[in-house]
């Protein structure tokens, strides 16, 4: 199968640091994307992994474990805007997404 | 540079009618994507299309059709509109779909009486 797995709901402070995780059970994906959605709109593009490791940009980063089909996204010095949903993606082999149910942020002052 | 565009940004239909939604893509983009997004859950891939041909189909009824046209916009159609057909309709572009980055456009948001 493709499912993936994150968290529905996460609470975090302003300025802290905060991760957010995702697993998958799939033999296809050829790497895995992280969007932000913020409520009503369109997902914006974060992240791509297609090899193991940490990809850092700027205060947001990415991890990837293709072994033990984990990723998980983390973001520091947190601000009010980064209050939106998360959505961890894998690239399927049709050249599509498989998206999770998303991860909803809230970050409180 | 222009972004993804989608038409119309909003849709109302009643159940049993047909409806087409339009995208156009990143200028030299030449693949499309479209999913479906309800509320409360992720995007659901209905179709990809590359070079005006289809590459991929999601698992959704024979009622969803798309097309991709030469300057590699696209439409989505969609037959005898049920309630559950209410969502959020992303278009998203790629320069060739494999694997590549897709960035969305704004979506089409759909709702059916």
């Known amino acids: 199968g493709q499912n993936i797995d994150q968290p529905t709901e996460m609470t975090a402070t302003e300025g802290a640091i905060v991760q957010i995780n995702c697993t998958y059970q799939?033999?296809?994906?050829?790497?895995l994307f992280w969007y932000q959605q913020h409520a009503g709109e369109a997902p914006t593009f974060l992240s791509y992994n297609v090899l193991d490791g940490l990809e850092e940009k700027g205060r947001f980063s990415s991890f990837l474990s293709r072994s033990k089909g984990y990723s998980y996204l983390l973001l520091k010095e947190l601000q009010m805007k980064d209050s939106a949903s998360y959505l961890c993606a894998g690239a399927g082999s049709q050249g599509n997404l498989i998206f999770g149910k998303g991860t909803k942020l809230s970050v409180k002052p | 540079d222009a972004g993804v565009t989608q038409s119309p940004t909003h849709l109302i239909k009643t159940r049993g009618q047909h409806v087409t939604l339009r995208c156009s893509p990143i200028s030299g983009h030449k693949s499309v994507s479209w999913y479906q997004q309800v509320l409360g859950q992720g995007p659901q891939f209905i179709f990809q299309?590359?070079?005006?041909?289809?590459?991929g189909r999601g698992n959704f009824p024979d009622r969803f059709s798309a097309r991709q046209f030469p300057n590699y916009s696209s439409e989505l159609n969609v037959n005898a509109l049920l309630l559950g057909d209410s969502a959020l309709y992303l278009c998203?572009?790629?320069?060739?779909?494999?694997?590549?980055?897709?960035?969305f456009g704004p979506g089409t948001r759909l709702t059916v009486l």
């Open positions: 799939t033999s296809g994906f050829n790497g």
């Open positions: 998203a572009s790629s320069l060739d779909g494999a694997g590549d980055t897709q960035y």
């Open positions: 299309y590359y070079e005006k041909e289809e590459r």
